[in-house]
């Protein structure tokens, strides 16, 4: 039977990333095709494309804005969407099927670096606990396929994802296309660059070019079974990503650290050496150069952006 690719949430960040990488032997889906919160549509879904591959990337996820402002709802959704998909992808007899979780879901107290074996050893961030136990869900309910029904499910984990296509929502964004679409602004207008907390939390980035290779090594090649962290293992304190961002998009006005707005978990360093135990080197896009890269394309594209 000939590979067929099916990745869900694709009108996101990753997903436009992933049309760079893959072959028309894949269905890029959307909102649009399915609302996947609802298990018939998402059955009907997975009848149309009939897939072999899933690459599992819907979610409702956000920055420490939008997880603190929608706890509910993001463990709701995330709940709805991966029990749907995961049974779907079961009932249609999906050869191998890859979703995804993140570094920020880990204990908020745990040894470091961050590695699967601590993944429920303890509470997340209260930062964002609603979209946090929802992942871990996902974790539980893979083991449980591949225990009753031998199911091939494995999940990726990368780090803070940015690049391209992101969601740039002032409030509910990530800290790098926030960032990025404030300091455009405040060019724009001759006006201070706000930066939420005391810039000293640390934070692991990785381009969203690179996740998208390797998630694509994770479908086709990883051998394992446990959750697979992506990253390059390397921190960054926010302070230090503001100015790349200030240099990429030439600003040269005031910047402001807002220590009444929230610093959230203060690091999450996770464990790059079982990546780099299966897959030997990667070269991940410095982020210096992946900033720049987002940055040209923001101003590019502003304001057909979403937000
Ligand atoms: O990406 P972010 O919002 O979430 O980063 P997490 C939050 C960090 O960036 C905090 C600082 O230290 C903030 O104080 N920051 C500075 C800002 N300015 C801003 C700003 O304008 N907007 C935002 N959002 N932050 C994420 C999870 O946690 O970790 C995701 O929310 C995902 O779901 C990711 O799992 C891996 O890094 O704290």
New binding site residues.
Partial sequence: MTKRILVTGSDGMVGSALREVLGDDTFFATRADADLRDFEATDRLFKEVQPTHVIHLAAV?????G?IMHSGDFFRSNILINTNVLECARQNDVQRLVSFM????FPAEASYPLSVEDLHNGPPHP??FG?AYAKRMLDVQTRAYRAQWNSDFVIAVP??IYGPHDNWN?EE???AP??IH?CYLAKQNNEPLM???SGN?L?EFIYSGDVAKLVTWVLNDYQGTEPIILTSGIEMP?KELVHLVADAMDFTGEIIFQSD?????FRKPSNAQPLLDQIGGFDFTPVDVGIKRTVDWFVANYPNVRL
């Fill in positions: 996820v956000g920055g420490i804005g997880n993140s570094t920020c879901i930062s964002n979209y780090t803070n002032l964004g990530h800290v926030a960032l404030k930066v939420w907390g939390p934070r926010i707005k929230p610093d959230g978990q």
